[in-house]
Structures are given as C-alpha cells and as structure tokens.
C-alpha cells in the first residue's frame, strides 16, 4: 500500500486508515482488499467502498468458498441464523445511527425482539453500547440487500416513520418546559433516524412529512439547523402548493416560514406561499397547537399589524409559555424604543392589549397577537413612528 513520491514510495497512512475503518476493521475485508492492490489503486479501492460486495469478489481461491470473497463468508453467518433473528437484522437496516431497545422492538415487530437481539449481539451481527444498537456498515449493507429482497422494505419503513413521529410529537411540549434539555437531548441522539425518516416520508407521504416538519419545529430552531431544514422545506411546499388541508395549516405556515429563514420573504417562489401563511394566521382565534408559530412569524415576517376586534388575551390564555413569551416582547419593546415604563408594566401586567409608541401616540405592539423578536420590533417601530 505505497504510492511513489521523487523516487521513494511512502506509506498514504490517510488512505489506508479509511479503508480499514470503511471495512470495519475486518480481517478479511482488508485482506481482500489488499488483494484488489494488483489492478488498483488505494484511491480506487477507497471510491468503491460503498458498493464492497462487488469490490471484494475476488479472493484466494486456495482458501474454503466461504472465505474467498467478503459476500461469502457474511452469507455464511447469515445463513446459521434463525429465521426471526434474520429477520430482525433486516429490519434493523432501516436505523441510521443506531436504534434504541424501544424503537427496535416497535419497528422489527415481532413479540421477543429483545432475546433475538442479544442472539445477534452474541452472534456479533450487531453491537450494543449504552444501551443502542448498531451494525457494523459491511453487515448492514449485507442485511439491506435482504430487506430489499423480502417485500417487506416498506411497511418496515413506515414503522420506522410511525414510531419517530410519535416520539417527536411527545417531545415537542416538553422543548417548552423545565425538560427541555433532556428531551433536546434526546432529539439529538435520535436525530439521523427523525432526518431518515422525514426525507422519505417527502417522496412517499408528503401531508405525513408535513406534520413531522411541523412538531419538528421547535428543535430545528433550537438547534439552530436552518440549512438542514430548508431543502425539506422547499421540496414539501413544491408538493403540497398553497392549499394545505386545514387540520395541518400550522404545520403548513411552519414550513413556509422554515423555507423564508433561509431564501428570504421577498423571494418570488415564496411570495404565494407567505401570501397563504398570512391569511391562516390572520384567521386564527385561537391558541395555536404549535407555538414556535408565534416565534418564527415574528423573525421572518415580523408583527402582524393587523386591525382585530378580539381580545387578544384570548389568544394567549391557554399557554403560560405563550403568555410569558407575550410580556417579554411588550417589555423588550418598550426597551427598545426607550419607553421604560411601558416595559416595568409589562413585567407586572397581567396581559397588556396596548401600548404606547415611542411618540406617544396608541400603536398595537406585536404582541397584541403575534409576539415578536428584536426585529419585528425594529419593523413595527417604523410603522409606528
């Protein structure tokens, strides 16, 4: 494994240490590959990696069959299994980044899932560490070709999005309470498997992927995932236009303002969708199911500034987080504008409906429905004023 460098050869240590971790370390995976050297080059090898069944066909023939080629002696192991342990280890192929006992015993479907995964962890088809279970890539990519083959891809697939909607949706109110770090934590650990499952579920169930983005909401702002989120965003509005069945509107706002985040409102594909997003918006009378609604219409398109005949304590009365958020923004406007009565009352005030611009004349502040963020302060000052 040397490459010529002015006259000597030298070890490409870079190289070589891809391939092996590549190969997961096994012996005969690198032995195989170490073969390939004669007509190829590690740069070569290293390129082919993802399809290394057909790569490491060729082998000592001198050997047992089982042991000429990479394929063989996985098919060999595969072949002393069980037929419930074979299928969970198909099954399995649909975690990315490993899979938890739960979400393992749910999507694998069968009644004792957990025995079957100790046999294969003795077995060593998969690993088990802090309590995930994992598959090294060689035997994962073995196992896909099998789960491919068995017709059942599908429905183990949806499992897999059923039970990672499920878990994003109970974890969403918790983004708003005194667990919020745990449950981040464990959005981030689950995070592969939550992406895997809404980049799919875009191609085959677009309203599905559409109520996932939107419980998803919350983290990916938290997080900060702005570039993750907006191609999904782009490629779901494509599918979906401007006419989102009403039970998930908010979800369908989210997605339009998770897309403006990062194309900008004044973008022209854009402008029908944030067009359908103000009239849900204006039309809503009561709390919203999603609060980050509340927080991202503020950053991307600023205050409402909308005549509206309701009280707007009526909005907020059913979420003490909402409320919070509400005072906060009255009070940072009234920061922010030098009013700092305005923003001593907002501290104490039960739900202020109005309050004063920085002229002294009446303005609606955002918070009157929509709290807002420094910016749609800055933008509501310069209509107020």
Not at 276 to 284: H, K, L, P
Not at 360 to 371: D, E, V, Y
Request: aromatic share 6%; net charge negative; with cysteine.
């Amino acid at each position: 494994m040397l490459r010529p460098c002015g006259g000597i050869f030298v070890l490409d240590e870079r190289l070589v240490d891809r391939i092996c971790a590549g190969l997961d370390g096994l012996p005969l995976a690198i032995e195989l590959a170490a073969a390939r050297l004669r007509t190829l080059s590690l740069a070569d090898i290293d390129a082919r990696l993802d399809d290394r069944f057909r790569l490491l066909s060729r082998g000592d023939r001198t050997k047992a069959q089982r042991h000429q080629t990479l394929h063989a002696v996985v098919d060999w192991s595969w072949d002393l299994l069980s037929p419930d342990e074979q299928a969970v280890a198909r099954r399995l192929t649909v975690f990315t980044g490993g899979a938890s006992l739960a979400a393992a015993e749910r999507v694998c479907g069968l009644p004792d899932t957990i025995d079957l995964l100790a046999d294969l962890v003795d077995k060593s088809l998969i690993e088990v560490a802090d309590g995930r279970y994992r598959m090294l890539d060689t035997i994962r990519a073995f196992c896909a070709g099998h789960l491919a083959a068995s017709g059942e891809e599908d429905a183990v697939r949806d499992a897999h999005l059923a039970y990672f909607l499920e878990l994003v949706q109970t974890a969403e109110p918790h983004l708003r309470g005194e667990e919020q770090l745990s449950w981040l934590a464990l959005l981030n650990t689950e995070h592969a498997n939550i992406l895997a499952a809404l980049r799919r579920a875009v191609h085959t169930a677009p309203l599905t992927a559409l109520l996932l983005a939107g419980e998803l909401a919350s983290y990916w702002y938290l997080r900060g995932l702005r570039a993750e989120v907006a191609p999904i965003a782009t490629e779901l509005l494509d599918k979906i236009g401007t006419t989102p069945p009403p039970e998930l509107s908010e979800e369908y706002v989210l997605c339009v303002l998770n897309a403006v985040l990062v194309h900008g409102a004044e973008t022209p594909w854009l402008l029908p969708h944030m067009a359908a997003a103000r009239a849900i918006v204006f039309a809503q009378t009561t709390t919203p199911r999603l609060p980050a609604i509340v927080v991202l219409w503020a950053l991307t398109a600023g205050p409402l500034d909308v005549p509206d005949d309701r009280p707007s304590e009526s909005y907020f009365d059913d979420s003490d987080w909402l409320q919070a958020l509400r005072h906060f923004s009255i009070g940072w406007n009234g920061l922010f504008t030098g009013n700092v009565p305005m923003a001593g009352k907002a501290s104490s005030s039960p739900s202020p409906a109005t309050a004063p611009s920085a002229t002294g004349g009446a303005c609606p502040t955002p918070s009157t429905r929509w709290p807002c963020s420094p910016t749609g302060v800055a933008s509501s000052t310069r209509r107020c004023g």
